[in-house]
Structures are given as structure tokens and as C-alpha cells.
């Protein structure tokens, strides 16, 4: 039986669902990324502090960074689930992932507010 990283209930058809989401997101913002990067041929700090200065870039920018971790959480959980077989050893490396990615979202999350 499957079991699904976010909810008890589901049987991983949330986290299924969640992951597919995450990655189109991700996905988007890429190509649009990628897409203004080669439209500005000579693009400057200042060009760059701009764009990421509109609220609109960072709300985006932070939905990108919140779909990634949630994607790499439910990715690694389930690298953990299907090879970590110790539950001590499987416990501890959660707690790690958990922690590491929370981090990096507030280290996001400063990064943005702060320009």
C-alpha cells in the first residue's frame, strides 16, 4: 500500500498530484526565465535588480521556490521510503531534509524581501 508523505488518506495521490503541480510550475517560471534572460542580450545588475524588484517576480520567484520544496521533499522522502531501511537511519535523514529545506525556503524568502 502506498502512503502519501502529506496525508495519511489518498493512498500518494496527493503527493502524486502535488509533484506533477510543483514540476509544471517550476516549469513555467523556467521557460519565462530562460525566455527574458535571451531577450536582454546585455542585461545589467540594474536590469536584473528591476525585474526582481516588482512584486509580481517575487511572488513568482516564491511560488517556484515553495513548488521546489515540496517537490524535493516528496522526492526525497520517497528515496528514503523505498531504500532506507533502518527507521532510525530513515528518521534522521527526514529531519535533516525537513530542516535543510526549510532553511533554504527562509534563506529564499530573505533573499527576495530584500531587494
Not at 529531519?95 to 533573499?111: D, G, N, Q, R, S
Amino acid at each position: 500500500m502506498v502512503k502519501s508523505v502529506l496525508s495519511v488518506a489518498h493512498e500518494g495521490l496527493r503527493d502524486w498530484m502535488v509533484q506533477r503541480v510543483s514540476a509544471i510550475i517550476m516549469a513555467v517560471y523556467s521557460i519565462g526565465l530562460v525566455f527574458y534572460i535571451l531577450t536582454s542580450p546585455e542585461l545589467t545588475y540594474s536590469e536584473w535588480h528591476g525585474l526582481f524588484e516588482m512584486t509580481w517576480m517575487k511572488i513568482a520567484t516564491l511560488l517556484f521556490v515553495v513548488s521546489l520544496a515540496f517537490h524535493a521533499w516528496i522526492g526525497v522522502w520517497t528515496i528514503f521510503t523505498d531504500y532506507v531501511k533502518n527507521y532510525m537511519v530513515r528518521a534522521v535523514l527526514n529531519v535533516a531534509a525537513i530542516l535543510m529545506l526549510t532553511a533554504c525556503f527562509l534563506w529564499a524568502l530573505m533573499i527576495l524581501w530584500s531587494v
